[in-house]
């Protein structure tokens, strides 16, 4: 990978679920489950959800929200704002049949709606391959030798989406 911003797009790419976090009215961070329904280009991701949810309450009293995603080797945490979209035109182009499970009424469900997360910045920890062999080594050896395993962050990178 030539860049951190290449290598986070790709990990950003790997992954259909998120944690969603917003602040509740007391100012609490709260996480919920998303399906990821599009990523932009631009670190942005494009979530269906319901108008009458509480995220979209908390989002319009604190449009500051974060995302998390991760598997066994590798982590993706985003901060920037939320934003409703009633555009039909967006909520066509998001929809998939599997939505009818939330949506009873398909497409044209009158509380569905498009949450456009804006990434500002993020940052990922990539333990794939080599990196992920070598840790694992590196524990095994301080196991037997009785000794604190050393921090391994893999390919740690920052980014300004």
Known sequence: MSNDRERFQELLESFDDAMLVTR???GAPRARPMHVAKRGADGDLFFATSEDSGK????????????????????????????????????EDLWSPAMK??????RDDPSLV???????????????GLKKVSYLYEAAKSIAKGEQVKPNEGHHGEVRV
Do not use: C, H, N
């Open 24 to 26: 509740d009215a007391d």
């Open 56 to 91: 979209m309450d908390e989002l319009e009293k604190d449009a500051r929200a974060a995302v998390t995603m991760q598997s066994k080797d590798a982590f993706v945490s985003i901060t920037g704002t939320g934003q409703v979209v009633r555009d039909r035109a967006v909520i």
């Open 101 to 106: 499970a939330w949506f009873p009424e398909g």
């Open 114 to 128: 498009v949450l456009r997360f804006r990434a500002e910045r993020g940052e990922y920890w990539d333990m794939r």
